[in-house]
């Protein structure tokens, strides 16, 4: 993916504003029209009781990537839906979630994702999607 400067900035400035995501310790590292691609870096408190991660920090991943690729064709978003399948025990020292448009509309937004460890980029851990509706008000 071919990163744009100013594309990534927003979504790292949009990103450092939700309390949430600073927590995760989480990072927009490229974003370009229609796709984005996260970093995180594991840590003891997102793990489940097994030493997975926490189903619950895979779904808020996928929405937010969902979420920020299609905030690079409309910047006022809220999700309407969103839907999360685990596919193997999340374990890594970094997660990367890479997410892409996959129909942009006016009215909804159709996005897809996919978390992977940094180190086995093709071993899937998760995939989920999510619907995100363009808002207009102030």
Request: aromatic share 6%.
């Amino acid at each position: 993916m071919q990163t744009d400067p100013v594309i990534l900035q927003r979504l790292n400035d949009v990103s450092r504003l939700a309390a949430f995501n600073n927590w995760l310790g989480l990072e927009v590292v490229s974003a370009t029209s229609g796709e984005v691609r996260l970093r995180l870096p594991w840590r003891e408190e997102l793990g489940q009781y097994n030493g997975y991660l926490h189903a619950g920090i895979i779904g808020a991943l996928i929405d937010t990537a969902c979420g920020f690729a299609a905030a690079t064709l409309s910047e006022r978003l809220l999700a309407s839906q969103y839907a999360v399948r685990c596919l193997r025990p999340a374990v890594a020292d970094t997660f990367i979630v890479s997410a892409k448009v996959v129909k942009p509309g006016r009215q909804q937004i159709f996005a897809a994702a996919q978390i992977s460890a940094l180190d086995a980029p093709n071993r899937l851990l998760a995939v989920g999607d999510a619907i995100l509706v363009p808002i207009n008000e102030p």
